[in-house]
T-cell receptor, first 112, second 116 residues
Framework: AQSVTQPDIHITVSEGASLELRCNYS??????LFWYVQSPGQGLQLLLK??????LVQGIKGFEAEFKRSQSSFNLRKPSVHWSDAAEYFC??????????FGKGTKLSVKP | NAGVTQTPKFQVLKTGQSMTLQCAQD?????MSWYRQDPGMGLRLIHY???????DQGEVPNGYNVSRSTTEDFPLRLLSAAPSQTSVYFC???????????????FGPGTRLTVT
């Protein structure tokens, strides 16, 4: 069955520090992968997506993610975190029903 | 172009009451879906539709009903509300169920439902 695992429930980083959020997926074929961000009380905003081609994907707000087929991973990175990045982040893979299968999310806190 | 709209934003129901959550999109998308979000669970698919007149069940369909009479609208009905249906509900749409590099699922702002 298709699934997405985000091993870290909550991460705290200092402002200006680098960030990596982990995501592992289970999917038989070439996956369509996504990262979304959700601020408190808000909807979901797409940060970036991977369909094929270059395994390093650039997104909005300075985020990037790298697809590693051998590790079934699609980790999200940012070189320098800003206080406004505090939010919950969801990794997702496109399912066979056309839907998105989401991980349980990683909550990011940013220390001043 | 309003994107995906949902009404109401907040709703409180008593156990056993019924209601309809509204979802509309103005992007001429064929594919529409409903998710529920619960703390620590991510988003889970309730029902989806690949076009007008076609609907199917997702991961957690029990207690919910949908219909798709037009391309634009995809309402979600709670037949007899239960406290377990307390959640945040998101509607989403995209061009098709197949997807592709230029396709993307657009999410509505959500409806926060409390069942007492």
């Amino acid at each position: 069955a298709q699934s997405v695992t985000q091993p870290d429930i909550h991460i705290t980083v200092s402002e200006g520090a680098s960030l990596e959020l982990r995501c592992n997926y289970s999917y038989g074929a070439t996956p369509y992968l996504f990262w979304y961000v959700q601020s408190p009380g808000q909807g979901l905003q797409l940060l970036l997506k991977y369909f094929s081609g270059d395994t390093l994907v650039q997104g909005i707000k300075g985020f990037e993610a790298e697809f590693k087929r051998s590790q079934s991973s699609f980790n999200l990175r940012k070189p320098s975190v800003h206080w406004s990045d505090a939010a919950e982040y969801f990794c997702a893979v496109r399912g066979s029903q056309g839907n998105l299968i989401f991980g349980k999310g990683t909550k990011l806190s940013v220390k001043p | 172009n309003a994107g995906v709209t949902q009404t109401p934003k907040f709703q409180v129901l008593k156990t056993g009451q019924s209601m309809t959550l509204q979802c509309a999109q103005d992007m001429n998308h064929e594919y529409m879906s409903w998710y529920r979000q619960d703390p620590g669970m991510g988003l889970r698919l309730i029902h989806y539709s690949v076009g007008a007149g076609i609907t199917d069940q997702g991961e957690v369909p029990n207690g919910y009903n949908v219909s798709r009479s037009t391309t634009e609208d995809f309402p979600l009905r709670l037949l007899s509300a239960a406290p377990s249906q307390t959640s945040v509900y998101f509607c989403a749409s995209s061009y098709s169920e197949v997807g592709g590099p230029k396709d993307e699922q657009y999410f509505g702002p959500g409806t926060r439902l409390t069942v007492t």
